[in-house]
Structures are given as structure tokens and as C-alpha cells.
């Protein structure tokens, strides 16, 4: 099956007893036994859940994948990945990464005695000098947020391998429609369900997607044991926002690409952040291992003034200033305050992050509208 069809059938099965073709909401916390230990394959919601399992199994089809779990948030995913780990371990990752993964990391679980290394990835050969016996984990997302690096994934996983360590690639900026990290050899995939996959900023979700069998009950045990599962409601709402998931990424990569290239002749722009631009650091790998350059784009204005950068997001009309990102509708942020604002500035300037930096979410509205915004919120 292709991509578009399996993002509307895969794992989806019309209701045995109705016939309805859209997936039940299972509004149920238990499950009726004929006997004891005789059942239909359910038992507690926590466990399973008809409406999850049809999203989990559409997941990993999607991902190329043969197990999909869902989380509560895509932090909860984070978490439950870094409960693979023990004291002493240690977790190598990109220095440029979602801001509350960042504190996941250090705040929540260095307490725990698991340290962490933050490199810039795109040079894999930045990993060779923190890579030991204690490294358990790669921990790899790209496009990196917000300033759009791209990692090979397919060479960090080789290196990784060669050395028995887990990958985890963060698929949340790119999803299954631009890249299948399990394809470039990556063990694990997480996503923040919240973003493009919903894509319609109304649910908050997380998801793990693996091939290995003993990984995928190790995990399937972490989500029942610690609880962190979505509702039956949600589940419902992604396998319906899903169904456009390619509709929708198409629209996506095509307005950020104008926008990009709009940005990248304005007089007041300093630098633009797009992996689709051939003088963008990596293009050679995005245009590899990328099926699009996806809906971000980053932007700093000349000058690097943080006033202007603020007066611009203040001015947009159709641009909505708010945190998330890969809903329909176009998004503005500012990292440095929002997303970011739990990286200390000293180590956000060291990964290359300014102040100024604005982020745009681009959504599929008609392009004319949205280039407009554009143009109005820059003029003076
Ligand atoms: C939003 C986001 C997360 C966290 O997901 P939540 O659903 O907000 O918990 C993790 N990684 C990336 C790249 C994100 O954008």
C-alpha cells in the first residue's frame, strides 16, 4: 500500500458489530469476562483499548513500522523511552532539540543518575569524542527545532549500531510522509502526536513506533505499568485528522517553500532557515533522506534586534502567535521566550539560537494570504 492509503485504512477495520466505517470511540474502562480470564482480548483501558489499537497499528504502518504505542503527550513517550535506561547510563543528544525534552532530560532525569551530552549532530564526527562503554542512547530529532539542521539519520544509526546503542529518532517535524526513520536503521521512533499528525491543534499526544518485538514489550509494559495512555476520544480525533495526513503535508511543504523563498529576498531579513535552500548547511542529506523539506520555517531580521522581532509577531494577522506547531492553520512563534525558554541562553547561544529567532509553523491556508501577512507584518 501506498503512503495516502494507508494513512486512511491501515490497522482500520469497519466495527464487527455495526458495520460502522469510522473506528468506535470504546468509551470503557473495563470489559465484561464470560469466565474468569476469558475475554475478548481486552481487559482494562489502561492495558488496551479498541480505539488505541486501531491508531496503533495505523501508526506503525505509516512509520514502516511493526508496533505503534500511544502516550498521553509527547513527552510521555519521552518518558517512558528514558525508563528503558538505569543509573550510570548515558544518552547522547543533538544540541538544538525541543525545549522541554531539554528539560525532561536535566531537570527530571539526571536527578535519576543518567547523564547526557548535548552535540551538534549534524557533524556526525562531533559524536566520536562522547560516545563510551556507558552510552545506551542516541537521541536524534531533525529538522532540529527551532533552526532546522538536518542529521543523517542513516550514518548516526550505522555509528550507533556498530556500538549496540538504541536510536531514537524524534519524527515529529518531518512525520512518516517526509521520512521513515526506521527505514535508515533507527530502533525506535517518537512522535509528538500533537503536531502535524492530529494536525488540527486540538488534541495532546504522544507516540512510540519499533520493529523489535522484545523492544516493543518492553515498552507495551512501561505504558501499562506507569498509566500514560491517551483516551479512547483522542485516539478517535487522530485517526480522523490523520486521513489527510498527506493532503495536508503536500499543502505544507509547498507554502513553507514559498515562504521560504519569499523570506529569502526580503531586505529586512537577515538569515532564513529552511532545509530546501541549497546553501542550507545539510540540503545534500535533507534532499537524500527527506521526501519534502517539511512546513517550518525560522527567520532572524537584520540587525538582530530583538524589538523588531517582536513588533513583527505582535503585527501578524493570519499568523497566530502560540506555542505548537503542524496545525492547518499558520503559526508564529518566538522560541528564545516560548518553546525554548527552559534552555539556559548561554547553552541556546551556543547551539546557535538567537534571540530574534522567529519560527513559522506554515499552515495550508491559500498561499496569497499567507504571503500577505508576511508582507504586512514586515513593513514598518
Ligand atoms: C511538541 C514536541 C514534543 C513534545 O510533545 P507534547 O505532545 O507537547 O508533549 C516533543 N518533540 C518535539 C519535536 C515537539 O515539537
Same mark, same amino acid.
Given at each position: 500500500m501506498k503512503f495516502g492509503t494507508k494513512a486512511i485504512h491501515a490497522g482500520i477495520t469497519p466495527d464487527p458489530t455495526t458495520g460502522a466505517i469510522m473506528t468506535p470511540i470504546y468509551q470503557t474502562s473495563t470489559y465484561v469476562q464470560v469466565s474468569p480470564g476469558d475475554h475478548k482480548g481486552y481487559e482494562y483501558s489502561r492495558t488496551h483499548n479498541p480505539t488505541r489499537t486501531a491508531l496503533q497499528n495505523n501508526?506503525?504502518?505509516?512509520?514502516?513500522?511493526?508496533?505503534?504505542?500511544?502516550?498521553?503527550?509527547?513527552?510521555?513517550?519521552?518518558?517512558?523511552?528514558?525508563?528503558?535506561?538505569?543509573?550510570g547510563d548515558e544518552v547522547i543528544s543533538t544540541n538544538d532539540l525541543y525545549g522541554g525534552t531539554y528539560r525532561i532530560f536535566t531537570k527530571v532525569y539526571e536527578g535519576f543518575g543518567i547523564k547526557f551530552h548535548f552535540v551538534a549532530m549534524d557533524e556526525v564526527k562531533n559524536l566520536e569524542s562522547v560516545i563510551s562503554d556507558k552510552t545506551k542512547m542516541i537521541w536524534? +530529532?531533525?529538522?532540529?527545532?527551532?533552526?532546522?539542521?538536518?542529521?543523517?539519520?542513516?550514518?548516526?544509526?550505522?555509528?550507533?549500531?556498530? !556500538?549496540?546503542?538504541?536510536?531514537? @529518532?524524534?519524527?515529529?517535524?518531518?512525520?512518516?510522509?517526509?521520512?521513515?526513520?526506521?527505514?535508515?536503521?533507527?530502533?525506535?521512533?517518537?512522535?509528538?502526536?500533537?503536531?502535524?499528525?492530529?494536525?488540527?491543534?486540538?488534541? @495532546?499526544?504522544?507516540?512510540?513506533?519499533v520493529n523489535d518485538k522484545k523492544l516493543h514489550d518492553q515498552l507495551a509494559f512501561l505504558q501499562n505499568a506507569?498509566?500514560?495512555?491517551?483516551?479512547?476520544?483522542?485516539?478517535?480525533? @487522530?485517526l480522523r485528522g490523520i486521513k489527510t495526513l498527506h493532503l495536508r503535508m503536500k499543502a505544507h511543504i509547498e507554502n513553507a517553500a514559498r515562504v521560504a523563498e519569499y523570506l529569502l529576498t526580503h531586505p529586512k531579513i537577515d538569515k532564513v532557515y529552511y532545509p530546501g535552500i541549497p546553501t542550507h548547511k545539510n540540503h545534500a542529506i535533507a534532499k537524500e533522506q527527506m521526501?519534502?523539506?517539511?512546513?517550518?520555517?525560522?527567520?532572524?531580521?537584520?540587525?538582530?534586534?530583538?524589538?523588531?522581532?517582536? #513588533?513583527?509577531?505582535?503585527?501578524? !494577522?493570519?499568523?497566530?502567535?502560540?506555542?505548537?506547531?503542524?496545525?492547518?492553520?499558520?503559526?508564529?512563534?518566538?522560541?528564545?521566550?516560548?518553546?525554548?525558554?527552559?534552555?539556559?541562553?548561554?547553552?541556546?547561544?551556543?547551539?546557535?539560537?538567537?534571540?530574534?529567532? @522567529? #519560527?513559522?509553523?506554515?499552515?495550508?491556508?491559500?498561499? +496569497?494570504?499567507?504571503?500577505?501577512?508576511?508582507?504586512?507584518?514586515?513593513?514598518?
Open positions: 501508526l506503525a504502518a505509516l512509520e514502516n513500522g511493526l508496533y505503534g504505542l500511544c502516550f498521553a503527550s509527547g513527552m510521555g513517550a519521552t518518558d517512558t523511552l528514558l525508563k528503558l535506561l538505569k543509573p536524534i +530529532e531533525t529538522p532540529t527545532n527551532p533552526l532546522l539542521n538536518i542529521i543523517d539519520i542513516k550514518a548516526i544509526c550505522k555509528l550507533a549500531k556498530s !556500538k549496540n546503542i538504541l536510536t531514537v @529518532v524524534d519524527n515529529t517535524f518531518a512525520t512518516p510522509y517526509i521520512q521513515t526513520p526506521l527505514d535508515l536503521g533507527a530502533d525506535i521512533v517518537a512522535h509528538s502526536v500533537t503536531k502535524y499528525l492530529s494536525g488540527h491543534s486540538d488534541v @495532546v499526544m504522544g507516540a512510540i513506533i506507569c498509566g500514560n495512555v491517551p483516551g479512547p476520544q483522542d485516539c478517535f480525533l @487522530v521526501k519534502g523539506f517539511g512546513g517550518m520555517v525560522s527567520f532572524t531580521m537584520k540587525g538582530d534586534d530583538l524589538k523588531d522581532s517582536i #513588533r513583527v509577531l505582535e503585527k501578524f !494577522k493570519l499568523f497566530s502567535l502560540a506555542e505548537s506547531l503542524g496545525g492547518v492553520e499558520s503559526l508564529c512563534g518566538h522560541p528564545a521566550s516560548m518553546t525554548h525558554a527552559s534552555i539556559p541562553k548561554a547553552e541556546r547561544e551556543k547551539a546557535g539560537l538567537k534571540d530574534s529567532l @522567529v #519560527r513559522l509553523s506554515v499552515g495550508v491556508e491559500d498561499i +496569497e494570504d499567507i504571503i500577505a501577512d508576511l508582507e504586512q507584518a514586515l513593513e514598518n
